[in-house]
Nanobody, 124 residues
């Protein structure tokens, strides 16, 4: 089992920045591919970014490429996402997810464990 707890987020003005953290406990954190997803009201949950176990393989959704940066600290069992130049369309609940498979996935069904989510609201 892996337990994931997100923190950060809140209300941010358009063009501003925010940082989210996801603290993991349970199974060895370093064995999991970690990702961020988001879900806006009335929309399906969508992939944002993923990072491999070693941090050497990273993948971003086109919508956030160049603005978001995912990273991880396997000593502190934490994954981060730095979000810059935020836009109103980035408003969503952001979820941290862990995948047991070593390959990066971009679908909700690829992931085995989920956090409870944290709200990010970007005002125009």
């Amino acid at each position: 089992q892996v337990q994931l707890v997100e923190s950060g987020g809140g209300l941010v003005q358009a063009g501003g920045s925010a940082s989210l953290s996801c603290s993991a406990s349970g199974r060895t954190f370093g064995s999991n591919v970690m990702s961020w997803f988001r879900q806006a009201p009335g929309k399906e949950r969508e992939f944002v970014a993923a990072i491999s176990r070693t941090g050497l393989n990273i993948h971003y959704a086109d919508a956030v490429k160049g603005r978001f940066t995912i990273s991880r600290d396997n000593v502190k069992n934490t994954v981060f996402v730095q979000m810059n130049n935020l836009k109103p369309e980035d408003t969503a609940v952001y979820y941290c997810a862990a995948r047991l498979s070593p390959s990066i996935g971009t679908e909700v069904s690829d992931y085995d464990y989920w956090g409870q989510g944290t709200q990010v609201t970007v005002s125009s």
